[in-house]
């Protein structure tokens, strides 16, 4: 289970940098706003486990409420864990499946509303398995994220962070999906910077099929597997392949 209150516009203006994650001189960019921390304690929740944290001197940040996403004392910052799903990211570059991850995973958390809300997290990975109780909590199907938030370059004229292809096929963009017929955050009002809506995570009309993004979809585990940017009738012949993939769930209230 996880929040939801990264703002879309913090994480658009704030692009991951797949270098390490660690306080350092790379990361001192990100940490010099309360926007960029705010993201940066995202990323430190999706990437590292609950037992670990992340103390980074940041000059001029104001002391925070203790019950922040992060917290600042004295103009020392803490950024603390929750779902581990880099773990080695905490000392070394980040590879390019771990960079899919932790861009799903911020993905999913992004809220439109800028409002807090609990939600269930699920996926492949072992860090996002959840047990009998969670799945009887969060039963509302939201949407699958998945995609590259990583840069490692700047535009060379306006020091705007572009995204960088972890491989030569894989699209700058990031993408979502969401179910129907009940679509929640999933489908934002407007969709905010270097995010692709790739349409229905799956056909839901089976007498008139219609195009779909995500080629399966394990029922018992309440997740999808093989997603796309854009969608397809089975067969996406042109598009990259996903399968570092986020399904959200949210209570039925």
Same mark, same amino acid.
């Given at each position: 289970?996880? @929040? !939801?209150?990264?703002?879309? !516009?913090? %994480?658009?203006?704030?692009?991951?940098?797949?270098?390490?994650?660690?306080?350092?001189?790379?990361?001192?960019?990100?940490?010099? =706003?309360?926007? #960029?921390?705010?993201?940066?304690? $995202?990323?430190?929740?999706?990437?590292? @486990?609950?037992?670990?944290?992340?103390?980074?001197?940041?000059?001029?940040?104001?002391?925070?409420?203790?019950?922040?996403? $992060?917290?600042?004392?004295?103009? *020392?910052?803490?950024?603390?864990?929750?779902? #581990?799903?880099?773990?080695?990211?905490?000392?070394? /570059?980040?590879?390019?499946?771990?960079?899919?991850?932790? +861009?799903?995973? %911020?993905?999913?958390?992004? !809220?439109?509303?800028?409002?807090?809300?609990?939600?269930?997290?699920?996926? %492949?990975?072992?860090?996002?398995?959840?047990?009998?109780?969670?799945?009887?909590?969060?039963?509302?199907?939201?949407?699958?994220?998945?995609?590259?938030?990583? /840069?490692?370059?700047?535009?060379?004229? =306006?020091?705007?962070? *572009?995204?960088?292809?972890?491989?030569?096929?894989?699209?700058?963009?990031? +993408? /979502?999906?969401?179910?129907?017929?009940? /679509?929640?955050?999933?489908?934002?009002?407007?969709?905010?910077?270097?995010? !692709? $809506?790739?349409?229905?995570?799956?056909?839901?009309?089976?007498?008139? &099929?219609?195009? $779909?993004?995500?080629?399966?979809?394990?029922?018992?585990?309440?997740?999808? #597997?093989?997603?796309?940017?854009?969608?397809?009738?089975?067969?996406? &012949?042109?598009?990259?392949?996903?399968?570092?993939?986020?399904?959200?769930?949210?209570?039925?209230?």
């Amino acid at each position: 289970m996880a @929040s !939801n209150k990264l703002a879309s !516009n913090k %994480l658009a203006s704030n692009a991951l940098s797949s270098t390490r994650l660690a306080a350092n001189q790379a990361t001192a960019e990100i940490l010099a =706003t309360p926007d #960029g921390r705010d993201v940066y304690s $995202y990323i430190v929740g999706c990437a590292l @486990s609950d037992s670990t944290t992340i103390e980074a001197t940041v000059p001029g940040a104001p002391d925070t409420d203790p019950l922040a996403s $992060y917290t600042c004392v004295n103009e *020392v910052c803490t950024f603390t864990g929750a779902l #581990g799903l880099a773990q080695h990211w905490i000392d070394r /570059r980040l590879d390019p499946k771990g960079q899919r991850w932790v +861009s799903a995973c %911020l993905l999913a958390r992004v !809220n439109f509303h800028d409002q807090a809300e609990a939600i269930s997290l699920r996926g %492949l990975a072992p860090e996002l398995t959840v047990n009998t109780d969670e799945q009887e909590i969060y039963t509302v199907e939201e949407g699958a994220f998945f995609g590259n938030l990583s /840069r490692t370059t700047k535009a060379p004229s =306006t020091g705007t962070p *572009v995204a960088a292809k972890a491989r030569p096929r894989e699209s700058s963009a990031v +993408s /979502r999906c969401a179910t129907a017929p009940k /679509r929640i955050r999933a489908i934002p009002a407007r969709p905010f910077a270097a995010s !692709n $809506y790739a349409g229905d995570c799956r056909d839901y009309t089976t007498d008139f &099929p219609s195009p $779909y993004a995500c080629k399966s979809f394990d029922l018992e585990e309440g997740i999808y #597997g093989d997603c796309h940017p854009g969608v397809g009738d089975g067969h996406w &012949p042109s598009l990259r392949t996903y399968r570092e993939i986020i399904t959200s769930y949210v209570t039925a209230e």
